[in-house]
């Protein structure tokens, strides 16, 4: 849902202009976000910082200190972008800080910045409660060229309702340490946008500013801000060497800058990003936003560049709003800066007497009625109208199906979260606003499936699988780098389940083994990366000539062939009854297909082809696959003193097509997955409901 927020009347104070070139171990940009800590009385803040500096990328060292309320976000795929210069990087952490506050902040061993903020406390005289300074986006490195005018509209948004200022910094207030002028920067009153008029020679500079909110009511000429925010933004000016109109330019389903998209826990949020570019290809487009934000790899059709960036809000101690800006760059051009907000609703403990239990097929939803007020319950829906929502005269009934009534599966982590949302719908013209929104969600640790088949992380490597080398190795029950899984193996269903499978305790002194485990391996090191194998052949002859299916889309083709559960999703072991192959003789051959799959949206895990209900999910535009063909030499059949294993390494070819796939998670310490999980039924963790009268306000 897109709602549109027009910022109020923007007041931006005339600045001086302070530019000045940037030398190498400075920022191309800094921001701190700031939450002021009621239990401190205001004195203290939770600082939200985000820098970009340039590559290589810095490491954390220096930014949290043991002992202190710190919190980096690490993160395998950080925002980066190519331009301007030798490319960029943003690093991105929390810490508590008082709310008057002036320290030079390092950033691995040579990224230092300098960080002037005055957060109060201050009250909000109606209703008493703390200010809550303003927010401000921060776009990624700026671009400009000489002789061409260039717009830089910043995006800013106050909780309270302030009215908000962008000034640049000045040294006699100690905001910054060494400010230069320089006159063809100026900050524009009303939109808060920064302008350049062209007339400065190529370089880069380093434009710092404050933002700082004021109470509505007074006049322009006598207020005091209540906060000051310190943004510090970078400008490099290149030489034209085109029109000064040929920008790309948004189109499409990009969201208005500014837009408000409020965001349920738990929910996913999707945002498409599409660029009109004429007079030169799109490039890259470059995004600044909150940790864990999943970015699609461009995608260029003519003259369009599409990106589609995925959130998932998780249980996280990030502040409310959550700025995210993105922009495009073509070899000599840059389109303007645009920032929306992600705003994470925050919700209100559930009335007492709610209950919400998951079953393995069901939510079950008992909600008191005493509870709510001028609750209407014939209004009340599920995501799916249809599903029924039932009633008697102190309570609210639902079972909501983990398959139907529009729920919704995300996962979190290890986890799998299925959420619903119960909301008053009205349907009179007269009354636009719900009365209650009740996201309630079902959180299932990761069964079985746990471990890199469910985690979230990133691809380390952009577009391509890379060069990846799959092998095949066989060993006997019980050995081999596997042998604790395979000592006593958990099978995956491949087969009807009447089918029971007797561990083997020995070989037998009979001329063939019964049994031997498949072992089929890649060194991919993608994390997303999961390894599949479609179809294996065996045979008696090197040549393949003569052959018998063993396993058919990941699944047995007869009864000699079981797959033994990993938690390594680039090894797959499969044991095959000897009995079952045709093979006569003592040698036999193995040729696989196998595949590499990484899916694009953080919510799917690549189909289980033996598992009819999630193949049959149409996921064609979102998981990335190529297969290769692997052939083992020749594998003996009967005991040896000598290692089992024959080996044959097949190196794959480079992958031709475009595989694209660079989403971005991020690691944060709040949703630390929880490990090893044996439970099988679901927990609830979290019942959340909003009265929302007045909420679509903010
Ligand atoms: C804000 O209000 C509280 C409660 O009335 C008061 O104790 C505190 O001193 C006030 N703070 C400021 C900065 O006015
Ligand atoms: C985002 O996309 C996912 C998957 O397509 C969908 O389930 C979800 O409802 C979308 N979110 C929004 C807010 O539209
Ligand atoms: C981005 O999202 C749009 C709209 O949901 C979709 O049509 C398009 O295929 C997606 N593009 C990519 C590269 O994922
Ligand atoms: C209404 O249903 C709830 C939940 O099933 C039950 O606990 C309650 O006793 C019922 N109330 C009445 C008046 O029947
Ligand atoms: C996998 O092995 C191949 C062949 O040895 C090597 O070229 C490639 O770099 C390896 N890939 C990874 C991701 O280690
Ligand atoms: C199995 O062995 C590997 C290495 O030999 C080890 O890393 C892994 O933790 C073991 N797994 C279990 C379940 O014991
Ligand atoms: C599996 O075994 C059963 C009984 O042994 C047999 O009837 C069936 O045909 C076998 N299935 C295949 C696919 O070979
Ligand atoms: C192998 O298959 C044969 C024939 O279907 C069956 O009798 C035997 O029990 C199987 N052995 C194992 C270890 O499953
Ligand atoms: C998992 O199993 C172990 C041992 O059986 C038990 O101690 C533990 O409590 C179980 N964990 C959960 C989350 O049920």
Redo the contacts with the bound molecule.
Sequence with gaps: ?LIRVFLGHLVVALGLLLPYPVCEATTLGAVVNVVPLEKSGGNMVRAHYTVISALPCPTFSGVCQTGEDCVVHTTSLPYTGQKPASGWCVRQWQRTIPSNYRANVNLGSNVNVFLFLWAGPSNQSNPLRLNQPPYCSLPPPLRARVNCLHHFPLTVKDLDGDTVLCRFAQADLGECLDCPQYNFLKMEEETCTLLYNGKSSAGQYSVQLMVEDFPRQTQTNKRKALSSIPLHLSLTVEEASSSCTAEPVTTGLTPTGGATIYVLPY????VSVTFHSDLESVSEIVVVGPPGLFRTALDTKGSLATMNL?WIRSPNNLPPLLPLCFLANTNSLQSEPRCVWLYQRQMETFPTGTELTCGKTEMHLVLPISTLKNLIVSELQLNHPSCSVTSNSTHVMASISLTGCGT?RVHSGSEMVYTNTLRSVRNTVISRQPTLIMPIACRFPGVETKGPRYAINMPSEQETFGLVKFWLEFYRPGEGPMANRTKIPKFRHLLPSSQRVRRETSVRTASRLDTLDLHVFSNTSLDRAELMVGKCMESETEDMADSLCILDQGCSAGNGTLEILTSTSTVRVFRINLSTIKTKGTMMYVECTVYLCVTT?P?QKCPDQCDRASSNQVMVDSVLTRSYTVRSGSVSLVPTTAALATTTVVPATTPTGTISTTAAPTTTASNAPAEDSNMTVGVVLAVIHVLLQGLLHH
């Design positions: 849902m929910e996913q949020i999707n995925t919704k949206r919510s």
